[in-house]
């Protein structure tokens, strides 16, 4: 007695571009989603100064007597540009002064810092895995000046946008200070007048003095406080003598 035919293999639907994409995707997403969600929190802030800084502006210039900023004009205004560099400029000072000051000094107690005793994985010589075919270019490959400007590369890139964005505020900060003075019908101050001005010299400091606050609380209060699951926190059961992470 032959055997009842077997009915047919249901045909597989094609999947779609995105569905052949949906692992590489997620992995993205897992791998980088510190960085995407900074950058999008970022970029949201901004697009919030610039509405808002807008139209507090145009409140302002209606005070005066004087017609509304376009949306255009604002973002290329001195008063736009100067907010936003001045802020650029505290944070990379921040950050540039954090990993410096990390480099030489230490925090008994704190997980931002390096022991107190011993060695550390990133005071080890790069010169010792010159050979490790992983290691990055600069390594495997670099004069001594490569290697050694590679080895403090991140400093240097910080230190550079803070310079960078000092300059900025500074040329913006005195462009918004011309367009007040004429506002008012006075000279307008060039940038030398300005950069020795105390007005410049506010904007910096008030923001300075509250980035270096929020390190110094992030380094003391790392001491005593933990966070579960935070590579920023010390061990939730660690001691709070136990130095670094």
Known sequence: MSSPASAPAPAKTPLSVFERRRPGLRR?????GLSLVLLTLFVASLLG???TGLAASN???ATHG???LTAADYLRGGEFLSAVFENWESEFLQMAAYVLLTMLLLQKGSPESKP???AEEVDADPATARGDPE???PVRAGSPALLWLYSNSLGLALSALFLASFALHWIHSA????ERAAMHGLPAPNLVEHLVGAEFWFESFQNWQSEFLSTFALVVLGIFLRQRGSPESKPV???HSSTGR
């Open 28 to 32: 993205l997403l897992r791998e980088n």
């Open 49 to 51: 100064q610039f509405l």
């Open 59 to 61: 409140e302002e210039r």
């Open 66 to 68: 004087f017609a509304a």
């Open 116 to 118: 107190i005793q011993g």
């Open 135 to 137: 290691a990055p270019w």
């Open 175 to 178: 462009r918004h200070a011309a």
């Open 237 to 239: 059961a660690a001691l």
